[in-house]
Nanobody, 125 residues
Framework: QVHLVESGGGLVQAGGSLRLSCGASGVAFNKLTLGWFRQAPGKERKFVAA????????VYTDSVKGRFTIYRDNAENTVNLQMNSLNPEDTAVYYC??????????????????WGQGTQVTVSS
């Protein structure tokens, strides 16, 4: 069983930055593929970014490329999402997700077995 806890959400003005962090426990962290998803009010949960376990390869949804960076710290058992140049369309609850081993970083929510409780990010215009 993997336990995930997100932190770092909050309220920020458009153009600002936030860093989300997700701590994991319960399994060898370096064997986890990790992802971030988000869900805006009234909308379905959508993929944001993911990072693989074996080579650290990353993948991003088009709308965040060049603005968001996902990176992992295997020593601290954390995965982080650095978010820059935020805009109101980034407002959502952000969820950390994990799966054990697997192939490359997945972009589908059903590829992930473990989920955090979510952290709210609100970007004001």
């Amino acid at each position: 069983q993997v336990h995930l806890v997100e932190s770092g959400g909050g309220l920020v003005q458009a153009g600002g930055s936030l860093r989300l962090s997700c701590g994991a426990s319960g399994v060898a962290f370096n064997k986890l593929t990790l992802g971030w998803f988000r869900q805006a009010p009234g909308k379905e949960r959508k993929f944001v970014a993911a990072i693989g376990w074996s080579d650290g390869s990353t993948v991003y949804t088009d709308s965040v490329k060049g603005r968001f960076t996902i990176y992992r710290d295997n020593a601290e058992n954390t995965v982080n999402l650095q978010m820059n140049s935020l805009n109101p369309e980034d407002t959502a609850v952000y969820y950390c997700a994990a799966r054990y081993l697997g192939g490359g970083p997945g972009i589908q929510s059903n590829e992930y077995a473990y989920w955090g409780q979510g952290t709210q990010v609100t970007v004001s215009s």
